[in-house]
C-alpha cells in the first residue's frame, strides 16, 4: 500500500460509528466526524475498511476524529441488502477481487459468483476465483467450473486444504498471488475463507466455523479487516454474503460486465435488445449454439431483472 503522511492512516475495521485505524505499527480505535455523515452522498457509511483516511488531532497532540477520506483507487461495492437503496462499499483500494466458492457445503452458487465479477468487471478490478472442498468433488463439478471460468480468462485456483489432500501447488500459487496484491475475499459463508487463509498465511489465526443442520454456513467472520501479511500484501477477510446485486447500475450496461457478451452485442436485431426474450437475439443463439454458458445467461437474466426492478 502507499505510504502515508503522519496525519494519515489506513482504516483496517469499522465498527459502527469507532473505526480501527493503522498508523503505521500503531492501531488506534477513532470515532467519525459529523461532516462525513452529512457528506457520505449514497454511500451506507462515509468510510469503508482499505480507506486512506487524515485524522485530526486535539491540543495535546492525540488523534482525534477521521477528518477526511482520501481519495480512493478503486472499490468492490454493492447495492444494499434488503429495502436499504443506498451504495454498501466492501472494500476500498484493493488490487484483487477473490471470489471464494465451495463446490459443495454450501453448493456452488454461479449467480453469487458473477454478480461479484461483474461489480469487479464495472470497477476494472482484476479478479480470480478461489474453489475451495475439491477433495469433495465426487462428480467432476470443480473441473467444470474451472474450466469455464478459465475460457473466460479469470484464473481459479481449485483448493483442498483437508489433511492428506492438500493442494499443494494450488495453494502456492495462491499465496503467491494474494502476497502481491492487496485483495478482498468475498463469498457465501461456510465456503472455508478463514480455513483457506490460515492455511496459506501460517500464523494467520483467524477463527474457523463450521456448516449449520440445513449446510449453510455460519459467519465466523462478523467483520471485515484489512490484515497487513508478513512478506508482503494485504487481506481483507469480509463477513458471507448471500446475494450481490449492483449498485446504481443501468440493467442495459450489464452486458459490458460479462466477458463473454459484450462481444455479442452486435449480432442482435435490435439496438436496445435487452437478451433476454427478443426475437433474433444474438446472446439468445449464442447460448442455445454452447457458445455461452447457460449458467453465465442465468446469472446475466437474474441481475437484470433485479437491476430492472430496483430502478437505481
Known amino acids: 500500500m502507499t505510504e502515508l503522511a503522519e496525519d494519515t492512516g489506513i482504516v483496517l475495521r469499522v465498527d459502527a460509528k469507532i473505526c480501527h485505524v493503522g498508523i503505521g ?21 462515509p468510510v469503508a475498511v482499505g480507506d486512506r483516511v487524515r485524522l485530526s488531532r486535539s491540543g495535546d497532540g492525540d488523534y482525534g476524529a477521521i477528518d477526511e477520506v482520501l481519495p480512493r483507487t478503486s472499490k468492490l461495492a454493492r447495492r444494499g441488502a434488503g429495502e436499504d437503496a443506498r451504495e454498501q462499499v466492501i472494500a476500498a483500494n484493493v488490487s484483487l477481487v477473490l471470489v471464494v466458492a465451495a463446490v459443495r457445503e454450501p453448493e456452488f452458487q454461479p449467480s453469487l459468483v458473477d454478480g461479484v465479477l461483474a461489480a469487479a468487471e464495472r470497477q476494472e478490478l482484476p479478479a480470480a476465483i478461489a474453489l475451495t472442498k475439491v477433495d469433495r468433488d465426487r462428480k467432476g463439478i470443480a473441473q467444470r467450473w474451472t474450466d469455464l471460468y478459465r475460457r473466460l480468462g479469470y484464473e481459479v485456483f481449485p483448493t483442498s486444504v483437508t489433511p492428506g489432500h492438500e493442494t499443494t501447488e494450488s495453494l502456492a500459487a495462491l499465496e503467491r498471488t494474494i502476497h502481491a496484491n492487496v485483495t478482498v475475499l468475498t463469498g457465501l459463508s461456510g465456503v472455508g475463507k478463514s480455513s483457506l487463509l490460515n492455511t496459506i498465511i501460517p500464523g494467520l489465526d483467524l477463527r474457523v466455523g463450521s456448516l449449520g443442520r440445513v449446510r449453510q454456513g455460519k459467519h465466523t467472520t462478523t467483520h471485515t479487516r484489512l490484515i497487513p501479511l508478513p512478506g508482503g500484501g494485504h487481506v481483507l477477510d469480509t463477513p458471507g454474503i448471500r446475494t450481490f446485486t449492483l449498485f446504481a447500475t443501468d440493467p442495459t450496461e450489464l452486458t459490458f460486465y460479462f466477458r463473454e457478451l459484450k462481444e455479442l452485442r452486435d449480432r442482435c436485431a ?10 433474433d437475439c444474438g446472446v439468445v443463439a449464442a447460448v442455445e449454439a454452447g457458445e455461452v454458458a447457460p449458467s453465465r445467461w442465468a446469472s446475466y437474466r437474474q441481475l437484470y431483472l433485479g437491476l430492472a426492478k430496483s430502478g437505481d
Open 270 to 279: 435490435f439496438r436496445n435488445c435487452t437478451h433476454l426474450d427478443e426475437p
Open 25 to 45: 505499527d500503531e492501531e488506534i480505535q477513532v470515532p467519525l466526524a459529523g461532516k462525513l455523515f452529512e457528506n457520505r452522498g449514497r454511500e451506507k457509511r
